[in-house]
């Protein structure tokens, strides 16, 4: 599918033919352009990183100090340490230290968490990294430009770690350049740190004000690119009082999700803001059973078990903070097929596997029965602990091998939970390897 986005002077423009022969130098917006966040508007992040000082150090709610508080101060620190010409994270706390919200130590704390929690949620907007690699095969060198208070490094690093900047491709943020895109001068000093001519140049981002105006305020062609936007959908859960404290997570899950590949089918973006709450719904609950159940540790299943995975992380550092997760890389080829072929009693579950199979079965021998066992012993799958494992939908045949590898072992069974149950000849073999099975959305 050919897919448009809006060029300058409004036009639209088609994302192969955007770069060709127009510029020698390519600059790109970071957030909400190539990278976007686990939440939905980026200020909401700061009640995360105050939730979690507050779970770090208990003592600040006897003070009477609440999540909402500390992130609308430490909102009103960043206006008035940018009015100063403070632009990094050491001026904005600062701010926070003249005001006397929380003592030194906690402050400190606050700080360090800060950096880290943000950097957990980024992930990778792919039609703004498609237009990247559209840029760079027309023979444009990219630069990255951010309007952001974190360290340079520390997304320097992120832009590598997640296969968006080069080695090579510099990546310039207020932070350290001490300038806005706002009036233009931080696109001004990127040009003469690079040598460009502004004119031999555009800039692509999702902000009106700061990457168009901005840009075009120095005479830097600009593309308006604002894919990763929130939608109607998004500004009502993150506006929505009723969803608070999840509202952002909410809308943040269904921006991630609609921004995950190029070529999305027609209503995607309405469809995505409807699938949203069903997750965090069906995390939660999913999360509140196990831990009723004494569960100790949550397993996400590979590959739909990577978006639940995220929503659960959120909800369980709020609502859950002893709960385990880990995500779990396992496949029906790489653990149902090898470990079943070698049990004449899981043979239903071979023959099954084979029939719904998109790829064709590998054999199954002892070497690959052997290496599915060692990375589950690995992850503490196969130990003592009560444990439990979650996936979208499915008949269970990966949570019956489990479990049978379990019983072999004289452990207690892993508890199931997946948001539909599917059905089939095999569903007696599974219910019996996987007596505790937990449907959110049941047939009746």
């Given amino acids: 599918m050919t897919r448009w986005i809006l060029g300058w002077r409004g036009k639209p423009v088609r994302l192969t033919d955007l770069w060709v022969g127009r510029a020698d130098w390519v600059f ?11 939440v939905a508007p980026h200020s909401a992040i ?22 909402t508080e500390l992130a609308h101060q430490r909102i009103l620190a960043e206006s008035r340490a940018r009015a100063w010409g403070r632009w990094s994270l050491d001026g904005i706390y600062q701010e926070l230290a003249f005001a006397g919200i929380v003592q030194t130590p906690s402050l400190d704390l606050w700080q360090q968490l800060a950096p880290q929690l943000e950097r957990d949620g980024w992930r990778r907007i792919e039609l703004g990294v498609a237009a990247v690699d559209a840029a760079r095969a027309a023979g444009s060198r990219i630069a990255f430009v951010s309007e952001m208070y974190l360290p340079a490094a520390l997304i320097r690093d992120g ?4 296969g968006i900047a080069t080695e090579a491709e510099p990546v310039f943020v207020s932070e350290a350049m001490g300038r806005s895109k706002r009036d233009g001068r ?17 800039h692509v981002g999702n902000h009106k004000l700061m990457d168009v105006k901005g ?8 593309v308006h690119f604002d894919e990763a936007n ?3 959908y998004e500004r009502n859960y993150a506006s929505n009082e009723a969803y608070s404290p999840l509202g952002s997570l909410v809308a943040g899950t269904s921006l991630l999700e609609r921004n995950r590949s190029v070529n999305q089918p027609e209503g995607w973006e309405a469809l995505t803001g409807l699938i949203a709450p ?8 999913a999360l509140a059973e196990a831990e009723r159940k004494g569960i100790e ?29 880990r995500y779990l890389f396992v496949s029906r080829s790489a653990l149902v097929d090898p470990v079943a072929r070698q049990r004449s009693d899981l043979s239903l579950l071979v023959e099954t596997h084979r029939s719904t199979s998109m790829r064709p079965t590998l054999p199954g021998d002892q070497q690959a029965e052997a290496k599915a066992v060692r990375y589950l012993e690995q992850e503490g799958v196969i130990d003592r602990q009560r444990i439990g494992l979650v996936d979208s939908a499915g008949l269970g045949s990966q949570m019956a091998i489990i479990n049978a590898l379990r019983t072999e072992r004289n452990l207690n069974p892993a508890a199931a939970f997946v948001i539909r149950r599917n059905h089939g000849p095999e569903s007696a073999l599974i219910s019996e390897l996987v007596p505790s099975f937990d449907a959110w959305l049941r047939d009746d």
């Fill in 159 to 162: 832009l590598r770690t997640l």
């Fill in 46 to 67: 700061h009640r995360i990183v105050a939730s979690g000082l507050l779970g770090l150090q208990p003592g600040l709610r006897h003070e009477g100090l609440r999540d």
């Fill in 28 to 38: 790109f917006d970071v957030f909400d352009t190539v990278l976007a966040r686990s």
């Fill in 230 to 232: 929130m939608t109607r």
């Fill in 278 to 285: 069903m997750i965090w719904g069906y995390v939660s609950s």
């Fill in 215 to 222: 840009a075009s305020l120095v005479g830097i062609r600009a």
């Fill in 297 to 325: 540790r949550l397993y996400f299943l590979a590959r739909e078990g990577e978006l639940l995975f995220g929503a659960a992380r959120e909800v369980a550092r709020r609502r859950f903070p002893s709960m385990r997760l």
């Fill in 186 to 202: 931080l696109f001004e000093a990127v040009c003469s740190a690079l040598g460009a001519t502004a004119r031999r140049v555009i």
